[in-house]
């Protein structure tokens, strides 16, 4: 194997692995966003019971 293309690969390599990263960040990123929304509408939902008390 020549070195532009041990290179070449190699930057494959480095690409799948920051596509893979990309992934896993907007996979966290909504499940920190689904997880806030309900956290919301809990707070909410326990506000309005302790006002309605």
Do not use: P, Q
Request: hydrophobic letters at 35%.
């Amino acid at each position: 194997m020549s070195l532009k293309e041990t290179d070449r690969t190699l930057n494959y390599e480095a690409k799948a692995i920051e596509v893979e990263i990309l992934r896993r960040n907007m996979f966290l990123s909504m499940t920190v966003l689904e997880y806030t929304k309900n956290l919301k509408c809990c707070v909410a939902d326990w506000n309005e019971e302790r006002g309605s008390r």
